[in-house]
């Protein structure tokens, strides 16, 4: 009988603790903001692909994480920020300056204002089509 008693209450503890398995954990949140750059490399017949860069600039133009090369077969792009953060962020295809090589055909700059929260991402489409001027300046350039 005092075996008995004994299990019952070490099966009763073994139950009443909550089990620590890795998938019922919750999810720690992330300290950063994740910012991801779609670009759609469908180029008319007869266009070439100009050397660019794919960057994340803010309302006064400075690139928000490491400027990417682009890269024709890798159409998506991620960038992170600590956060948050209150602003504009602008995702742009720059032509890298190489001479004189005109490049008519670039995505158009999207911007998005936002209060941008860690742990979120945000997603920028980009197509290609004739660049009109931005209207957010780019950085300076660094001699």
């Not at 001479?99 to 860690?118: K, S």
Request: glycine share 8%; charged share 10%; aromatic share 12%.
């Amino acid at each position: 009988m005092k075996r008995i008693a004994f299990l019952s209450i070490i099966l009763m503890e073994i139950l009443a603790i909550p089990p620590t398995f890795g998938g019922n954990k919750g999810k720690m949140a992330r300290p950063y903001i994740h910012y991801q750059v779609n670009i759609q490399n469908y180029l008319p017949s007869g266009q070439t692909i100009c050397p660019s860069s794919v960057m994340i600039t803010d309302q006064n133009g400075y690139p928000i994480g490491t400027i990417q090369p682009y890269h024709p077969y890798i159409m998506s792009y991620h960038f992170y920020e600590l956060g948050p953060v209150n602003g504009i962020r602008v995702a742009h295809l720059s032509v890298d300056p190489f001479g004189d090589v005109i490049c008519p055909v670039t995505p158009i700059p999207v911007p998005r204002t936002g209060p941008f929260l860690n742990g979120t991402t945000y997603m920028y489409s980009m197509v290609y089509g004739i660049r009109p001027p931005s209207p957010i300046p780019l950085p300076p350039a660094s001699e």
